[in-house]
């Protein structure tokens, strides 16, 4: 997803969304590991989705105590 999208969504739906990434990271990570993966590009797009969320979240977190 891009940042606009994330932006739209609820803080619930980040943390949704957050878990879910995450676990699919764990899964091409464990692919990795095996040799299994065959689109390693997918990895890093898992992780760039992550910093874009965390970023998202801390900027909330800015603009309810700024």
């Known amino acids: 997803m891009r940042a606009k999208q994330l932006r739209e969504l609820s803080d619930e739906e980040l943390d949704k969304k957050m878990a879910e990434t995450r676990k699919e990271l764990f899964q091409l990570r464990f692919q990795t ?4 993966l065959e689109n390693s590009a997918r990895l890093r797009g898992a992780k760039r989705e992550i910093a874009r969320i965390l970023t998202i979240k ?3 977190e800015h603009a309810e105590h700024g």
């Open 33 to 36: 590991a095996t040799g299994a």
């Open 58 to 60: 801390t900027e909330r």
